[in-house]
């Protein structure tokens, strides 16, 4: 986010859809700057807090894929060194057209392993206002 810039936060837990490897959300935040220079290039920041099933729990997210109206935007991932549990803090940092962020339902893809070639969650029906 650029510093002094204005921006919307929506905590949209109760919302998502997960498939049957995200055994718990405990938190999905997204943040986007509501006055972009560029609609299209709105910078999106997604805080999200999950437990995995455990074949899945152990490993690192590596790739997250946002899907919006048909079109696929790669996020930057950031999460801590891995603590007890199987518990997943991520942070994921992209930029988004801000037009169809707010008026279609998108998915998040997350997935590990070399490149994100083992697909790990996907949570749906994401709505960021």
Known sequence: MAIGGVFSVWHITGSVTKSPEVQALRSFIGYHSTRPSDSSQTH???QV???LSAANGSQRVTMAK???HR???TLQV???PASEGEEHRLLLEGFVDIHNLQSTP???TLSGGEQGS???AILENIMIR
């Open 49 to 51: 807090e999950l437990t």
């Open 66 to 68: 946002l899907v919006v």
């Open 44 to 46: 999106v920041l997604l």
């Open 106 to 108: 998108h998915k998040l």
């Open 78 to 80: 950031w999460q801590p």
């Open 71 to 73: 079109k696929t935007y």
């Open 118 to 120: 083992v697909k790990m």
